[in-house]
């Protein structure tokens, strides 16, 4: 069930460095800053500070290694940066998590899926929810600068798959006790870590590898104080809003062929495709499912009842099945005839929501549908548009740790690009917080 790919790592007991070490750079890019070759450079400097701290937090991801982020939010400078290369990682001797260990003997690391690339066929925009940017706040543990991974140790010569924590150093540390495998049956392992920045625990899921059923628990990592959530079915990993706290558990589809892809979309049981939203507050969430032409948001209203665990979203393979409790609307994704007129919402699919029940969309507007308060239905005209107009490219939103703001990166015609933030309430034009630097290209923020 890995997420991308494992590289072994360096026995813990000391093996000479023989893996070539691969430059920590990211696809598009040169790694910026943090890349000098030696000495007390401003480089240096930055690469040594922490994640955590004023500015937002961006990160950036390709040829196997994951960049990390902290840009200045008042002129868009560089505070911090950190690269995280797995294929010289070594086990730690000082875990920087309180009840974190050395992994067991030879392990492995593998990164987690940090894609964000969506699949497009034509007309039709397949919205894909294996990663929206601003649910990979989770990837990080900011006050330590790590990085959240999965390994494989060996524990009484059987293979067991935990979650750890690796810094840029490459010094890698499990976060759960060693499990107990036997070699000759299964044993429970836990996959896909994500850390909530409001409570400071990491959420993770625990199956049986290969099976249906799983339990999301949760850990304090300086306590080890672990919480079971809820259980789940039909569920490979876990997405957790950075803002309400609620999990989505969900499938991973790995393939890349644009005609699986489309069939997935059309009616599989597969859920790669789904978005998942909540309100800030928490109080309603939801998700939104591609099906032929048209986009299907539900939503449900939540209570303390409900739990932090929300079930996965679900259709047939003929059509969308509406559960108990939910509201049921479509947006129609394709324009047959032209002449009839643009459609209110063609094309445009949900993000996150900037109120109780307001949606925001993916396009370069920002537009901000409703939620009828009473039924949740989805109301076919906007409500408005955060930005009001212009000739810019608007991309990778990601709303204000308070709600009142939503920061971006705007390109405008002639390829320059830089950070932005505007009001939810689209009450001001955008302001300019600083300019996107050509090595930091293929950038993009990940919390605020």
Known sequence: MPEERSYPSLWKHGAALAAVVMLATAC??????GGGEGGDTAGDTVSQEPLAGEGFLAMDCGMGVINAYRFSDQDGSLLAQHSYNPTNTTATEEPRQGSARAPEGEFTTTLP???????????????????LHHQLAGLFIPETSQLLVTLDEQANGAQVTTIGAMASDG???????????????DTLGQYSPRYNHNDGRVYYLEKVPGSGEGTVKSLDPASGDVQEIGSCTECDRIILDPHSGHIYTTTFLPSTDSEELQDASLGSDNYDFVRYFSSPEGTVSGHAIPEGWFMFVRARKWSSDSGLLLPTARKTDEAIVPQEGWSNRSIEQYEEDASEGELPLANRNPLFMVGEYELMLDDDLFTVVGLDPETLDLIDEPVRSIIQG????NTTPVLSSDGTKVLFRSTSQDGSSGWYSVPVDGSA????????????????????
């Not at 010094?171 to 049956?185: D, H, Q, R």
């Open 28 to 33: 598009g890019g040169d790694g910026g800053e």
């Open 113 to 131: 899926n940090c894609d964000i690339t969506e699949y497009k066929e034509g007309d039709i925009n397949w919205p894909a929810s294996r990663n």
């Open 171 to 185: 010094t890698v540390e499990a976060l759960l006790p060693a499990g107990g495998g036997s070699g000759f049956s």
């Open 390 to 393: 212009g000739d810019r490219t």
């Open 429 to 448: 034009e955008p302001t300019e917080i600083g300019a996107v630097a050509p090595e930091y290209s293929a950038v993009f923020p990940i919390y605020w």
